[in-house]
C-alpha cells in the first residue's frame, strides 16, 4: 500500500509562518508530480502549489510571493513553506502525488488533511 502522511498544521497569528510536510511511503517505484491543495468552509478544494519530479513549480495567484513548494526526491517528501499568513489562508490542507507503484500501477492519491487556522 501507499499512503501519504502530513505535518505541520496548526493554529498561528496572521503574519505568522507554518512549514507543512508530506511523506510518502510504501511500495514506491517513482513519484511524478506532488501538490499542495486547500479547502475552506463552504469552499471548494482548490490547488495551493505543485511540483514536478524536475522541481518546476506553480502556485494559485493568492499565494505567489508568500508560500514556497520543494521537495526532497530521496525521502519521498513535499514540503510548503507557508509565511505572511492570512486569515483567509485558513483551510485543511491536503497533499497529493501521482505515484508509479513497484508493481507499475499510477496512483493519484491524497493524503488525510492538516488544518491550518490562521488568525486575526
Known amino acids: 500500500q501507499v499512503q501519504l502522511v502530513e505535518s505541520g498544521g496548526g493554529l498561528v497569528q496572521a503574519g505568522g509562518s507554518l512549514r507543512l510536510s508530506c511523506a510518502a511511503s510504501?511500495?514506491?517505484?517513482?513519484?511524478?508530480?506532488m501538490a499542495w491543495y486547500r479547502q475552506a468552509p463552504g469552499k471548494q478544494r482548490e490547488l495551493v502549489a505543485a511540483?514536478?519530479?524536475?522541481?518546476?513549480?506553480n502556485y494559485a495567484d493568492s499565494v505567489k510571493g508568500r508560500f514556497t513548494i520543494s521537495r526532497d526526491n530521496a525521502k519521498n517528501t513535499v514540503y510548503l513553506q507557508m509565511n505572511s499568513l492570512k486569515p483567509e489562508d485558513t483551510a485543511v490542507y491536503y497533499c497529493?502525488?501521482?505515484?508509479?507503484?513497484?508493481?507499475?500501477?499510477?496512483?493519484?492519491?491524497w493524503g488525510q488533511g492538516t488544518q491550518v487556522t490562521v488568525s486575526s
Open positions: 510504501g511500495s514506491i517505484f517513482s513519484i511524478n508530480h
Open positions: 511540483i514536478t519530479s524536475g522541481g518546476s513549480t
Open positions: 497529493n502525488a501521482f505515484i508509479i507503484t513497484t508493481g507499475r500501477a499510477q496512483l493519484d492519491i
